[in-house]
Structures are given as C-alpha cells and as structure tokens.
C-alpha cells in the first residue's frame, strides 16, 4: 500500500479568524525590524503631548496661586499707581471727622515681653550712647504722653513713627513703641470686647526725624483719606527747635499749626550733653541740607536701613509725590520746594 501524500508545512494552507488575522498583520507591519520606527515616533509623541499638558496644567495653577498669595499688595499697588488710592481701602465713618496727626517719633527698639521691665536698658535695642542714662524711661513717657493726647482727642489720630532701623530686631521702631502701649494698657486695646481702639497706628519707615514728620502726615492721609490740618509731636525737648525752624519749615506747613511737647528726662547732666550732641550733628546739618539728602544725613539714612525698607507714599499720598523726591542740588533755603502742598490753602 503506497504511503499517503504528507504536505509540507510551505504548501499548506492555514484558515483563521479575520478580525484576528488583521490583527497580527497589523503588528507585523509595526513589529517588523524596518518599522520599528513607527511604534516608537507613536510612542515618543503620546508621552511628549501628556508631558506638555501636565507642564502646562502646573504652570496655570502656581500663576493662580502666585496671584492668591502676592497678588493683592502687587495689585493694589498697580491701582494705587493708575487710580485714586480709595478704591483700595474701605474707610468707616469715624475718619470723616479726624484732622489732628498726634506723631510719636522712635528712638530704638522694645524687645520685651514683661511691660513691668519697660525701662530696663535689657529689653530693649540700643545704640552704646543710649545706655546707661535713662533713656528708656523717657521714650516710655514720649509714648504715655501720645497715648494721653488721643484719648482726650477723639478727632485725633496717634501715629507711632519709626521704620526698621536695627538689625537685631524684625520689628520695626514704631511697632515695638505701639506694642509696649498695648502690653501696658496706657492704650485701650479695645472700646468694648469686641471693637478695637482705631485711632493708633504706626508709621513703619522714617529713618529720620524729617521722615517721622513727612512720613506720618502720609500716613495719616493714608488712614483718613484726608491730610491733617493741625500736628502735635510728642519728643525730646532739644529736638523742638529742629522740627520749627526747620523741618516744619521745608515742608511749608502753616505756622501756628504745629505744637511740639519736650520731654526729656530729669537726668539735666545727660541732656546737657545731649542738647550740645544735637545742635552739632542734627540742627546744623539740616540747616545745610533741609531735605536730609546729601553727605552726612543720607548716609545715616543708609545706615538705619538695614533691611532695605522702601516707603510707599508716593503711591498712597500722590500730592505729596514731588515733595517726597524734591532734593535740590544746593542746600540753600531759597531752594525749598515751592510745588502745590494739600495744605496751602
């Protein structure tokens, strides 16, 4: 009997399913050694696009939240620049009637926490020369005294003057002066229990006694939304002839307007040498230089700013823009800002 007929596996035919046979012809094209290139660029594309849309996901997402956590100072600050400062800020009534700038200028630094050591030289941050002669304890009556002026004064508004000028402390001069006030209750944190005394604030970055006045009639207007009509500055006696004659004087405010009350201790030994301290290094050189911008008293300027503080006011108080940057090249008093000023009428 003759052996049946064996097909070679060449010549047989193989029947499958369709959808199947499509299936690996489809993979044979991707899969084979010349187009493997196709699987890959299909690859490389699908993770390259889900990379872009995440990258871009997370991009949208920071500039929402960078928008939530600096945005607002960074656009009140570009309205303020383009448009009236009071669409910013939302006054109460009780500013309507305020025209009395009560200024507390600073002179260093309370550190402390317990208000029955307020006048120990340990609690606070001082300069060598200010040690050892009492001078916490007058600094505490300059701060009683402000205090006891805006409490009988209820158009008054108490501003504590004083920016961030010793690198030893993140707090500023003014700051630590309405804290001490506070923590010692001369001022009322509160009216009731649920309302807070309004009529104190801080001004946060005078370096000078120039700036303490100029400063804090911009601070003011930033609070009220108006400029004072009437100044009392509670300091030392010795600086009353500098803020009159001179600093009063450069910024043109009206005479009779402004009242200065000393106070300077009971050590007369100490001040003595103070008031000599004084003339040499505060009085003449602003009679030189009104506006505090050359040599020596910019240079102390830069000195008490350690932390590179730059004032607002330019935005907040624009009709005082020009004055605020209003340096003559000579210190002659013929030179004194003649621009328009709130309160020459």
Same mark, same amino acid.
């Given at each position: 009997m003759l052996p049946s007929p064996i097909l070679s596996r060449r010549n047989r035919t193989v029947y499958s399913h369709p959808r199947r046979s499509a299936l690996r012809n489809l993979l044979g094209v991707l899969l084979t050694r010349s187009r493997v290139t196709n699987l890959g660029l299909v690859f490389l594309s699908s993770v390259t696009a889900t990379s872009l849309l995440l990258n871009l996901f997370h991009y949208l997402d920071n500039t929402a939240a960078s928008a939530n956590s600096l945005g607002t100072d960074t656009l009140a600050y570009q309205l303020s620049d383009e448009n009236d400062d009071s669409q910013n800020v939302i006054r109460e009534s009780w500013t309507e009637s305020m025209d009395h700038l009560i200024i507390v200028p600073g002179h260093a630094i309370w550190k402390g926490v317990d208000p029955e050591k307020r006048t120990q030289d340990s609690e606070w941050i001082l300069e060598p020369f200010q040690k050892g002669v009492g001078k916490t304890r007058v600094f505490w009556e300059h701060i009683v005294a402000g205090t006891e002026l805006a409490l009988e004064d209820e158009r008054s508004l108490l501003v504590f003057s004083g920016g961030q000028t010793r690198p030893g402390s993140t707090y500023t001069e003014a700051q630590s002066y309405f804290r001490l006030a506070l923590a010692t209750k001369v001022l009322p944190s509160a009216y009731s229990s649920t309302r807070l005394f309004r009529r104190a604030t801080t001004e946060d970055y005078a370096l000078d006694s120039y700036q303490n006045l100029i400063f804090s009639i911009a601070r003011f207007h930033e609070v009220t939304g108006r400029y004072p009509t009437w100044i009392t500055i509670v300091g030392y006696a010795m600086k009353k002839?500098? =803020?009159?004659?001179? @600093?009063?004087?450069?910024?043109?405010w009206p005479e009779g307007k402004l009242e200065y009350i000393g106070i300077d201790g009971d050590q007369k030994h100490v001040m003595d040498e103070a008031k000599k301290g004084e003339f040499t290094n505060a009085y003449l050189p602003y009679k030189k230089d009104a506006y505090g911008c050359h040599s020596?008293?910019?240079?102390?300027?830069?000195?008490?700013?350690? =932390?590179?503080?730059? @004032?607002?006011y330019w935005a907040s108080a624009k009709e005082l823009r020009e004055l605020l940057e209003w340096c003559p090249d000579d210190s002659g008093w013929d030179l004194v800002y003649r621009g328009r000023l709130p309160w020459d009428h």
């Open positions: 002839r500098r =803020f009159e004659e001179l @600093h009063g004087r450069a910024i043109r020596i008293l910019a240079s102390k300027r830069i000195a008490r700013n350690p =932390f590179f503080r730059f @004032h607002p």
